[in-house]
């Protein structure tokens, strides 16, 4: 190992002059994905009324999706590094319009469940596509624009899912309306596979085809899976009855480490490099950083639509225009924060994570005090600060923790940095969504308690993710920087 005297930024590169083409392309691919992490949530009444089912079979409709989302990631982040970011995206991207279309037509809760199953697998293997590309297409500040725009998909994705769930529930009524809310996804799905057969460069492979570490690859599943379905469910009582599966997690986990450094020394190519946490500046507290925040901010969304739906009496599309101010704040500043992170750095990530708890606190205040008929009105100032913080957190952390990754490892390092972000959204649904529950039955079913006391979990992780950043913010500061790009000196994996 030896030290590099710049980061992957300055390796000679000449830009495709499709890549802002390629780029929105590939985004809308992502929205799509992504969205479908939230959309089914305001939906569940209707396909539980719509198929004849129980609250236990269409919540695995919800978890299953997240379980085969988080399961397929690194896998296919490496996969991606080996044989091209272009065919494994197409590939996947073709899987997930079919199993779309196979969720809006199955007849019965046990062949949409399957067909959920599927569907997040094809999401699973897109998702480090799209980071991977980024890396590979774009150099310099254009990459942090590009991530500015990537980081706007996710924080947009995950917060709009219960608007557009709403408005699709609303045209096409409560008996029928979830279907659109899988069929939506073929039409555009369709156009995009095209768009992105003519448009996505082939790039993202070093054609050095080593052997895939299934071994790695089946430890590193097992780790996960048994980290995520008792959270999953832990509507049902997964935690309770599945409790044993999370020191199941924690040996796997451990194997899983000692089974990649192994691979390590025998000079092979393993599933995850763990110099990435080790040795890259910026990537592990970086993905500590994600993985946090999205532990209390993907659980505020499920309880705020039960709040305003249950507790308030608002319909789905009420109760999603209640959350658009932080979905609007969250687009508009991500985009901006991209064209600033190349000079501001980590400082974007901690003003973004500040205003994420000065938006939470303000929410949970206004939800405690206003009249139940005027509180969707009333928290849209709390709810934009939020989101203009959130656009500030997300497109950045992306950006300053993929930043000094190798490009040939931008895949894997990508799936492995998404990998955290979805064990922390279901730490938090599971978690926030406890205490909701938990103080709502306590307080004598006193809504606004029980989702201050929700939102106010969330503040915590917002409060311990802006720890972690300023702590990388000191230390970057401390750091020896390269005097051309104002980086960290950064270590060579090769």
């Not at 939906?43 to 085969?68: K, M, R």
């Not at 990459?143 to 995950?158: D, E, K, L, M």
């Not at 309306?177 to 596979?193: D, E, M, Q, T």
Request: hydrophobic content about 50%; overall charge positive.
């Amino acid at each position: 190992m030896s030290t590099a005297p710049a980061p992957p930024d300055t390796e000679d590169h000449t830009p495709d002059p499709r890549r802002w083409k390629a780029l929105w392309v590939t985004l809308a691919a992502g929205f799509m994905t992504l969205l479908d992490v939230s959309i089914v949530s305001v939906a569940l009444p209707s396909i539980q009324q719509g198929l004849g089912t129980n609250p236990a079979g269409v919540q695995w409709v919800v978890s299953g999706y997240a379980l085969t989302f988080g399961l397929a990631l690194v896998p296919a982040g490496r996969l991606g590094d080996a044989f091209g970011r272009r065919t494994l995206f197409l590939i996947a991207l073709v899987a997930f319009v079919v199993f779309s279309a196979a969720c809006g037509a199955a007849p019965t809760i046990e062949l949409l469940i399957v067909a959920r199953l599927l569907q997040g697998f094809a999401a699973g293997t897109l998702a480090p596509q799209n980071s991977g590309l980024i890396q590979s297409m774009f150099r310099g500040a254009e990459r942090g624009r590009a991530f500015g725009f990537f980081g706007a998909t996710v924080g947009i994705s995950t917060a709009a899912g219960p608007i557009v769930g709403g408005l699709l529930l609303a045209l096409f009524g409560t008996s029928s309306g979830w279907r659109w809310i899988f069929y939506v996804n073929v039409p555009i799905g369709v156009v995009a596979v095209v768009l992105a057969a003519r448009l996505v460069p082939r790039v993202g492979t070093t054609g050095d085809r080593k052997p895939i570490d299934w071994t790695g690859a089946l430890l590193l599943g097992g780790a996960v899976l048994a980290l995520l379905l008792p959270l999953v469910q832990a509507e049902s009582g997964g935690i309770t009855r599945l409790w044993w599966l999370f020191p199941v997690g924690v040996v796997l986990g451990v194997a899983f480490v000692l089974w990649e450094r192994f691979e390590l020394r025998r000079r092979r190519e393993p599933l995850l490099d763990l110099r990435l946490v080790t040795e890259t500046s910026g990537y592990a507290p970086g993905a500590l950083v994600g993985l946090v925040y999205f532990t209390g901010f993907s659980g505020i969304w499920i309880v705020l639509a039960q709040f305003f739906q249950t507790g308030l009496g608002y319909t789905p599309l009420q109760s999603g225009l209640s959350v658009t101010a932080f979905a609007v704040g969250s687009a508009v500043s991500a985009v901006v924060a991209g064209r600033l992170v190349e000079r501001y750095g980590r400082r974007l990530t901690v003003i973004g994570l500040g205003l994420v708890a000065i938006g939470l606190i303000g929410t949970s205040v206004v939800l405690l005090l206003v009249p139940g008929h005027v509180a969707g009105f009333c928290i849209i100032p709390t709810l934009l600060v939020g989101g203009i913080g959130g656009g500030f957190t997300i497109s950045p952390n992306i950006t300053m923790t993929l930043r000094n990754v190798p490009v040939r490892m931008a895949g894997s390092a990508g799936g492995a940095l998404q990998t955290g972000q979805r064990v922390g959204a279901a730490v938090g649904t599971a978690l926030v969504a406890g205490v909701f529950y938990g103080v709502l039955a306590a307080s004598g079913r006193t809504y606004p308690v029980a989702i201050a006391g929700a939102l106010g979990v969330a503040v915590l992780t917002t409060l311990f993710a802006l720890g972690v950043a300023i702590g990388d913010l000191r230390h970057e500061l401390r750091g020896a920087a390269d005097p051309e790009t104002g980086y960290p000196q950064t270590v060579s994996h090769d």
